[in-house]
């Protein structure tokens, strides 16, 4: 196991993600956490980056023992700095000085001190990283060798003369630094010596043993399912665990994609055997959502009358259970993957939250319900891989992520059944013809937004004044950071024709040719 010492960067799961994507187990942790606590020894430590400035009197660090411990340390941004701290470098030397984007690497080869290129094996000498930070070292910590300069960094990458210990400005763990994930790999598996036998197979048997023995003989389990990937998987994995003892709910909130709730009831339902229950709450959710513009409160709205629903609904379930003398709910079960997991235990409350999502909350208090949580280790993709060893039906488990509020933070501002349809209907187009182009797979998430605007256009011989239909499509591997996706032109024609000519009430249609960052991915 590699430990990962979390100083609050947005990207720190990141770190995890892209070990894990190599077979290498490892964990994320606070970096508050003391070594002596610890029940597993790791073979190997990163410090991420960090919000903090070094220099700040509450700045955040490492328990010192982790230098004791003998075994290889990796100092990304803020964990840079926190070596040179540690190694004598000392306040004086740590200069603020901000650096956002793009940074050619020139590697420097240290012949004398063979392990320091380590790090750096099959890297191209010159290499593209990608570099966010606010502090750098100003002088090099006794001891170490430079490793690594860019032109405004002297001190890029450097690596301790006799001790396994590295440090580097830059972030392997963002895709924008080309060569991040082999710089990871050369410190997990070729300096840490960690094998990479963490398997999917492995897990479905462990787990669903873990899932029996939680619930017991008689209890039952409530879930709420989405069609997403996450909730099916999860339900699959307790269907086979405690048969019709786990009970599914989908709540139909008005603002799914076209034919959607349909489609679930046949996968989830009948094909897949889960005992499911749809409940058609369309018209409260639209209801609540009259008026209000406002993308957080539309959120809040959906995440809270979602609640009732479920609530009213697991409340029904229950009184049934008991009346046929099946086990009464005891639990509630969550899709919950591992980067919500490290979200909640960062080490001051959860690293800034961007927009609030709303899987969690204070669910089902009034019944006392435990958390029932088999995804929490896992990374998205884990999940996928898990699904189809399942046997989940591949266009399930390979639909682009779909977010809780739906449709209604894809129709900007005010959300009208209307609206909705119309966004819908567009939507619905835009992904027929990627699928038709072969493209579903190549992009990571695309979707069709309303915008609030109108424009003018002429239809045969009339002048029109209607609205604006925004396309968007990314490519990504973790959603933190996602690239515009680049269509061939001729598809993009055929969307766009085809939006204006079938969907009324659109005379324009744009792409979006934002990044994330500094863009998001939605538009609400
Ligand atoms: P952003 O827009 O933050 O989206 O770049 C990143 C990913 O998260 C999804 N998303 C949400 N999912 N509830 C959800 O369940 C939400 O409120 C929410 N907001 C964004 C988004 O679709 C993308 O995959």
Known sequence: TVLILDFG???????????????????????????????FTP?????????????DKDAPHADPEIFDLGVPILGICYGLQEIGLAKGAGSTGLARHSEYGFAKMELNDVPEVPHANALFKNVEKTTQVWMSHGDHLDNLPNDFVIIGKTDTSAYAAIAHNSEPIYGIQFHPEVTHSIEGKTVLRNFAVDICKCSSNWTMDSFIDKE?????????????????????VDSTVAAVLMKRAIGDRFHAVLVDNGVMRLNECQQVKETLG?????????VDSSELFLSRLKGVTDPEKKRKIIG????????????????ECEASGSGKIEFLLQGTLYPDVIESISFKGPSATIKSHHNVGGLLEDMRLKLIEPLR???KDEVRSLGLLLGIPDDLIWRHPFPGPGIAIRVLGEVTPEQVEIARNADY?????????????????????LLPVRSVGVMGDMRTYEQVIALRAVE?????????????????????????????????????????????????
């Open 304 to 319: 809270n009358a979602f609640i009732e629903v479920f609530e009213s609904e697991a409340h029904k379930i229950d009184a």
């Open 9 to 39: 960067s947005q990207y720190s799961h990141l770190i995890t993600r892209r070990i894990r994507e190599f077979g290498v187990y490892c964990e994320l942790l606070p970096c508050t956490q003391k070594i002596k606590d610890l029940d």
């Open 208 to 228: 669903i043993d873990r899932i029996r023995s939680v619930v017991g003989e008689s209890g039952s389990v409530v879930g709420a399912v989405s069609g997403g």
């Open 429 to 449: 187009i835009y992904i027929e013809e990627i699928k038709k182009a072969g493209l579903y797979k190549k992009i990571s998430q695309a979707y069709a937004a």
């Open 43 to 55: 073979k190997g430590i990163i410090l991420s980056g960090s919000p903090y400035s070094i220099t």
């Open 377 to 379: 280790e896992l990374f």
């Open 270 to 278: 009948s094909s897949l055997g889960i005992n499911l229950r749809v």
């Open 476 to 524: 990504t591997t973790d959603f933190m950071t996602a690239d515009w996706f680049e269509f061939p032109p001729t598809i993009l024609k055929r969307i766009s024709n085809r939006i204006i000519n079938e969907v009324r009430g659109v005379n324009r249609v744009v792409y979006d040719i934002s990044s994330k960052p500094p863009s998001t991915i939605e538009w609400e």
